[in-house]
């Protein structure tokens, strides 16, 4: 049981063989001098090649933690540093504790909603999921290029350094001249602050900018991450309404100090706002001194010949400050974003950030760089158009043949649709039931100021679903929705 090992994991085997091995040392189960049992031996039980077992031990050899000795075989080595002398569980287990944690905590962030989804989303037959990739799609191949060319020697001495404050000049570069003209948007280096996704951008400026009392408008329905950031800052939030132009001026978003907006296409209906109203917005800010917070997310997918330029783009007054993500172009776990806005702000920013985790990784920075700068990243979303607006016209054709009148099409831009039910149906208990038929939606009600009123929205992604599974998927749900 010590060495076993799961066949079906994306692990691979040697690497499982070598993890079981070193924790078994490190945590004593395997103490100096043993004797691990022979190669012969542990391949014939684990019904793996032998060859497997003597890679893995020999590169234990080689790091230090076995010894061969000829006719032998492999021990353990003995005086390893660090490995654990088998302390003591206090009685009772590790968890009794007679503290009083939550007299003691100033925010608390785990009573908040949020979105959230199946761990295991990827085993559903039907993953309607917003936000993530399909796997399938991602150039694997041109993203190990560019680790291994940022893993050599040269290239390794400028990022292995704690860079402080410091981002890499060569991905800042990038966003610079490649990524920011394409919404529209000019700025020097000094105006460029690299986060560790759009997320952290916002947690960042809602840190630096907002406190008790600062008035902040949101779009209702609008993005809840958002939501939840200004307000364990003490902001009080002024939901903003919707209309066919986007995010509507009104009487109380005149009373706002920041606007927090999605004007490319709104989160989550991917309504589009119009130039007319833009320019209102940035008039209105100016007038009333107020500031835009714009999240330009999904930018780079798009079904138009010519998609509206970001907001940032029509600034005249540095009253915008941009949030970008790489996390949503290249693949979420990579977690890197941008903020684009006036230098005075990106130096406090970049101030504040460096007691938060002072930059985002360096490695994966310059490996970033390097697949934009190779002409990796252009061809990737190339091909993301033309897959996701084949799954899009699959999806429209389904939901008019099998949830018809239930949906604005998305005609911009975005990887979902927004669905609105009857009144009486619950999009929380159709996700749940949705489950037993292998099909995960995104229940939409935490989206609104008033949730509980709209409990019959939801939002189906079409990013990480193969196209020839989507009509299966969608008829699955209406069998489902014709019950309620």
């Not at 796997?135 to 291994?148: D, Y």
């Not at 798009?302 to 949030?323: E, G, M």
Request: charged content about 25%; aromatic content about 8%; proline content about 5%.
């Amino acid at each position: 049981m010590l060495f076993s090992i799961n066949k079906n994991s994306h692990t691979s085997i040697q690497e499982q063989l070598r993890n079981t091995i070193v924790a078994a040392i490190l945590n004593g189960q395997l103490e100096g001098g043993v004797r691990l049992p022979s190669t012969r031996r542990l391949s014939f039980d684990l019904s793996v090649s032998r060859t497997t077992v003597v890679l893995v031990y020999e590169k234990l050899v080689e790091d230090g933690f076995l010894i061969s000795a000829n006719r032998s075989g492999f021990r353990v080595r003995e005086g390893l540093p660090g490995v654990s002398r088998g302390g003591v569980m206090p009685e009772g287990g590790s968890e009794k504790t007679s503290l009083d944690w939550q007299s003691r905590f100033k925010k608390k962030p785990g009573q908040q909603s949020n979105i959230v989804k199946p761990a295991n989303w990827q085993d559903y037959k039907y993953p309607f999921v917003y936000g993530q990739p399909d796997p399938v799609l991602f150039p694997l191949a041109a993203w190990r290029e560019c680790s291994r060319q940022a893993m050599s020697e040269l290239a390794m001495r400028e990022w292995t350094t704690d860079a402080f404050a410091q981002d890499d000049p060569q991905l800042v570069n990038e966003i610079r001249t490649k990524l920011l003209p394409k919404r529209g948007v000019y700025a020097d280096e000094s105006e460029i602050l690299i986060t560790s996704g759009a997320q952290n951008a916002l947690f960042l400026i809602a840190a630096q900018l907002m406190a008790r009392g600062t008035v902040v408008g949101v779009e209702d329905p609008g993005y809840p991450d958002a939501r939840n950031i200004f307000s364990i800052q003490g902001a009080e939030l002024v939901p903003i309404p919707l209309d066919r132009e986007g995010a509507c001026l009104f009487g109380k978003a005149k009373a706002c100090d920041y606007l927090f907006l999605t004007p490319s296409h709104h989160s989550p209906t991917n309504i589009r706002m119009s130039e007319e109203r833009k320019t209102a917005f940035l008039k209105m800010a100016s007038l009333h001194d107020q500031i835009i917070i714009e999240d330009d997310y999904e930018s780079d997918i798009h079904f138009q010949d010519n998609p509206s330029l970001a907001l940032k783009a029509l600034d005249q007054t540095a009253r915008v400050i941009y949030v970008g993500s790489l996390s949503k172009s290249i693949f979420p776990g990579l977690r890197l974003g941008y903020i684009v806005a006036d230098r005075v702000l990106i130096s406090e920013l970049r101030a504040f950030r460096r007691l938060m985790l002072r930059h985002a990784p360096s490695n994966n920075q310059r490996t970033t760089s390097l697949f934009i700068a190779l002409g990796y990243h252009d061809t990737y979303i190339r091909k993301l158009h033309r897959i996701y607006k084949e799954r899009r016209e699959i999806m429209k054709d389904c939901l008019d043949k099998d949830l018809p009148g239930l949906c604005r099409i998305p005609d911009v831009g975005g990887t979902s649709f927004w669905m609105q039910g009857n009144e009486v149906m619950d999009a929380e208990n159709l996700a749940r039931r949705a489950l037993e038929k292998e099909v995960v939606i995104e229940p939409g009600h935490l989206h609104f100021f008033e949730p509980e009123k709209n409990r019959n929205f939801f939002r189906l992604g079409f990013s990480s679903i193969d196209g020839a599974r989507i009509p299966d998927g969608i008829r699955a749900i209406a069998s489902l929705m014709s019950t309620v």
